[in-house]
């Protein structure tokens, strides 16, 4: 599991219901396990760069080796998650993070590890995340029916939470006590529970699809397509971008925080680690009572507002004592964005397009993270640490304003689900190329005082088309009858359009309908579906 998985308060009273589902409780449990040993590897691989190389800009280079793979490889990963078996391709990628991780604790035990080999294996365990991610969100709902599903994506975001408190604090006490090996050793074993489980679990059958599976390249075309035409999912990317890049200067520079303006040791990097994850933790708790006060923008503003002071705070003071405090504010407000954000973007996703979703939200998040990261780190290395976290701290504060109009949870109350109300189109299968694209064309008669109202419900009617898989989108009016209209799209080929009679959803057949309540009374909308014909094919 990820950071990313949180998602709005339980529908039912009980936050534990999903615990009623063996395999959820399994599967969760060996997931916390695996995520204590994914935060001592990075206490571990943070506080081992300030030992071989303790330059800002090379400690921070650590914190984007994790987060770069993911926003490289982030889109691929989607894509395959919603293709292939999501249980194997989880369990092929935590044997080969094992492996890795077995390779790193032998190499750091005999001391062989450099600088740059640091950041190849750390390189490494963050594609692994890159494919792990959008494919462990996606199963979620087949862990557990769709009444407990909030409770358990709530859930995911605790057990997260909780392996931050105690995967640092524990890799502090042991690279004291055992030496900076031993963290990466429990990372390695950590791998074990998670693979055992996911071999157990056994995904309920699906009925075969009827059409067959997207190809990657195209997939990944088609969730571009639905993404970008989804203002709700949009605004939801925008604000992540301007959160990230600015919060990442907390994660970037902690290390040096600690050694640097703290004069600590690990013993203390791991505390402060355990006290974001604590803050986390309890602001998980909080968050449905903030957020039924304040709402999702309001809630990521003052999310922002904290973890700017966090930043300013850190910069000014030397206490490790305050440091505990903030760093659990600044968990708390961590937390409090990115479920807000999270939810945003879980609900403005249809099924058919979620993992795909979700990978673009985790581009975005940890490409953010990156960027910021290697910023922040040029700077302190420049100018200093103090001086690098007041820009982002003021930088984060801006950012709310310049944002603001970019509003969260666009998608909710929007039903997504498939409406299969489109009619199984006709075609004539011995005179036409079924493997080029196709052209539909609708006409419509529309009344002369409806043209206002026909243009709006048609630029909505745009976006639905796009969403759903076409490109190339246009609406003509005929010169010599201004009510004739003419609604051009293009699918890549005819199994793509059978695609998209799947995809639309029933959000989109109600602009459909307002479409249709615009015309000349007694008529219908004409739909044309045009192939290419294998006569007017080039010989070979």
Known sequence: MTATAASDPPAKPSALAPFHHRAFAILWIATVASNVGTWMHDVGAAWLMTELAPSPLMVAAVQ???TLPIFFFALLAGAIADIVDRRRLLIIVNVAMGI????MALFVHAELITPIGLLVFTFIFGT??????????????????????????????????????IGPALAGFLIVAVGLWAPFALNAVSFIGIILALWWWQQAKTSAAQLP?????????????????SAPVRSTLLRAAAFFAFASAYWAMLPLIVRELLSG????????????GAGAVLGAFALPIIKAKLGPDWTVAAGTMGTALSLTVFATITNPYVALAVSALAGMCWIAVLSSLHVSVQTALPDWVRARGLSFFL????????????????????AGIETSLLVASAGAVVMVPLTWRAKLNGGVGQDLAPAMHWPAPLVAKDSVDQSGPVMIQITYQVPLDNLSCFQTSMDDLKASRLRGGGYSWSLFQDAADPKLFFE????????????????????????????????????EPEVRHLLVPILGRPKA
Do not use: C
């Open 363 to 382: 581009t975005v998040f940890f490409g953010a993270m990156s960027a910021g990261s290697l910023i922040w780190g040029q700077l302190a290395s420049a």
């Open 100 to 103: 890795a991780a077995v390779a």
């Open 128 to 165: 692994g995340a890159a494919f792990m991610a959008p494919a462990w969100q996606a199963i979620v709902p087949a862990l557990v029916p769709r009444s407990d599903l909030s409770s358990a994506i709530a859930l995911n975001s605790a057990g997260i939470n909780i392996s931050r408190a």
């Open 265 to 276: 040791g690990p013993e203390l990097y791991g505390l402060l680690l355990a006290a974001v």
């Open 64 to 66: 984007a080796a994790t």
């Open 213 to 229: 599976p997207e190809h990657v390249g195209a997939a990944i075309i088609a969730g571009w397509r639905y993404i970008s035409n």
């Open 488 to 523: 051009t799209w293009y699918e890549a080929s005819w199994t793509d359009h059978l695609r998209h009679h799947e995809r639309v959803s029933k959000a989109d057949e109600q602009i459909q309908k307002r479409v249709r309540e615009l015309v000349i009374r007694g008529t």
